[in-house]
């Protein structure tokens, strides 16, 4: 069961439209390394995890992580809801107008829909969080690479509030992959 | 007050995943009992001035009409 809270976890503001921005931020909504592949990976993996603390970490970031998409999904949809057709076309939204309007859509930087194969769930836990390790760094880098891109002083603030918690992401699936370690070397197989 | 409210939620899902992997940590789980107070009491507050801030029954809907659906989302404020 999840209650839906009537507010975001970090603030929005935008400076005003900016369709070109949105082009490359909307990555991080339906992207290979964006929030929605983060959440559904987490929430789906907990269930065969091995412990109380693993259970635990996926249930709560695969959580965190549907809030990032919220974050993501109202920094575009400022950014382009106000947007012209002209504008869009110029912008090289030609293509997601024609498909969607100015709705949101789950897709990369270069329009590729949202796909399951951008995550796995392998049953092993230490494949899983290893896994997941490196899906915070990828999408740690890929908010770099948009801070890099974003000429929004407002929309970067954001964007490195989220980064900062991809590590933070990162840092606890790593004491978790320790302790799953640990548990497995003391338990003796014959 | 939302910015308060987003500081101490923000204090409590940080405080969350930290206990998720350190869940013996005697200072974290007080300081996490103190910021559930905090909310609690905030939401309260919030909910009477501003309308309800959660769904499902988790917030008094006060007057007559459905405040829930009147209120602005997030993306919209």
């Known amino acids: ?190 | 007050m939302l910015k308060r409210m987003q500081e101490l939620g923000f204090v409590a899902v940080e405080l969350n995943l930290y206990l998720d992997t350190h869940p013996n940590d005697a200072k974290a789980l007080e300081q996490y009992n103190l910021i559930h107070h905090e909310i609690r009491q905030l939401q309260m507050k919030m909910d009477e001035q501003c309308g309800p801030s959660k769904g499902f029954g988790h917030s008094m809907n006060v007057g007559n009409t459905w405040q829930w659906a009147e209120q602005p989302w997030p993306w919209e404020m």
């Open chain 1, 1 to 190: 069961m999840w209650i839906y809270e009537k507010r975001l976890e970090y603030p929005v503001c935008v400076t005003g439209k900016n369709i070109r921005l949105a082009k490359w931020v909307i990555t991080q909504y339906g992207g290979p390394d964006g929030e929605l592949a983060a959440s559904l990976r987490y929430l789906n993996q907990r269930y065969s995890m091995p412990t109380e603390e693993t259970r635990a970490l996926l249930n709560d970031i695969g959580t965190e992580e549907l809030a990032h998409l919220e974050i993501v999904g109202t920094i575009v949809h400022k950014l382009t809801k106000d947007a012209s057709v002209e504008e869009l076309k110029a912008a090289g939204l030609g293509g997601h107008y024609a498909d969607h309007d100015r709705a949101l859509f789950y897709t990369d930087a270069t329009g590729n829909p949202w796909t399951a194969a951008y995550i796995q769930a392998k049953g092993d836990p230490i494949a899983d969080l290893t896994e997941d390790m490196a899906a915070e760094q990828k999408a740690r880098a890929t908010y770099n690479w948009l801070i890099n891109l974003s000429d929004d002083p407002l929309v970067t603030d954001v964007l490195r509030f989220l980064r900062e918690r991809e590590i933070v992401h990162f840092q606890r699936f790593g004491e978790a992959l320790n302790h799953v370690q640990e548990l497995f070397a003391t338990k003796k197989f014959y």
